[in-house]
T-cell receptor
Framework: AQTVTQSQPEMSVQEAETVTLSCTYD???????LFWYKQPPSRQMILVIR??????QNATENRFSVNFQKAAKSFSLKISDSQLGDAAMYFC?????????FGQGTRLTINP | DAEITQSPRHKITETGRQVTLACHQT?????MFWYRQDLGHGLRLIHY???????NKGEVSDGYSVSRSNTEDLPLTLESAASSQTSVYFC????????????FGPGTRLTVL
């Protein structure tokens, strides 16, 4: 079975600085998708960024980018120019056959 | 606008009672999912459905059931609520392909006393 591990329960960063959230996963599949979701205090789950495993190029969405290392089964999220609105729980997720497997989450605090 | 809704948003019940949480989506998605969120565990899959009359067990299905009689709804039933089922429950839906994102409802906080 696939597993997803986020080894950083909490992270903090100064406003306008850059922070990287770590995620590793375990799978025997070669074709899959990886996602980062954001959960602010409102509890709403919001998709931040996605990565297809067959693509070598790292995905980028404005201030959010990933470092996808398929051989190492690593999928980290980099947030540049951190803003107060980025404060939230961040979940890494692995998807295969429509189902999502989530990591335990990382709580990100932004210090003004 | 299309959306996915859950009701109730908050529920308090007693041990042993049957509880049903509603999930309704207007995306016309084939796939629907139920997750529970607990501290330290992230979201874990309870049940899922790929279409009408199709239901499947997820990682933590014991004590829960679902039925899919139409495209829009996937109610989650706790047959006999237990304190261990106190949690936040999320419903989600998605279109067919794996690269499509899952859209999540706002969640239901359930407390079992």
């Amino acid at each position: 079975a696939q597993t997803v591990t986020q080894s950083q329960p909490e992270m903090s960063v100064q406003e306008a600085e850059t922070v990287t959230l770590s995620c590793t996963y375990d799978t025997s599949e070669s074709d899959y998708y990886l996602f980062w979701y954001k959960q602010p205090p409102s509890r709403q789950m919001i998709l931040v960024i996605r990565q297809e495993a067959y693509k070598q190029q790292n995905a980028t969405e404005n201030r959010f980018s990933v470092n996808f290392q398929k051989a190492a089964k690593s999928f980290s999220l980099k947030i540049s120019d951190s803003q107060l609105g980025d404060a939230a729980m961040y979940f890494c997720a692995y998807r295969s056959a429509q189902k999502l497997v989530f990591g335990q989450g990382t709580r990100l605090t932004i210090n003004p | 606008d299309a959306e996915i809704t859950q009701s109730p948003r908050h529920k308090i019940t007693e041990t042993g009672r049957q509880v049903t949480l509603a999930c309704h989506q207007t995306w016309n998605h084939n796939n629907m999912f139920w997750y529970r969120q607990d501290l330290g565990h992230g979201l874990r899959l309870i049940h899922y459905s790929y279409g009408v009359q199709d239901t499947n067990k997820g990682e933590v299905s014991d004590g829960y059931s679902v039925s899919r009689s139409n495209t829009e709804d996937l109610p989650l039933t706790l047959e006999s609520a237990a304190s261990s089922q106190t949690s936040v429950y999320f419903c989600a839906s998605s279109e067919g392909q794996s690269y499509n994102e899952q859209f999540f409802g706002p969640g239901t906080r359930l407390t079992v006393l």
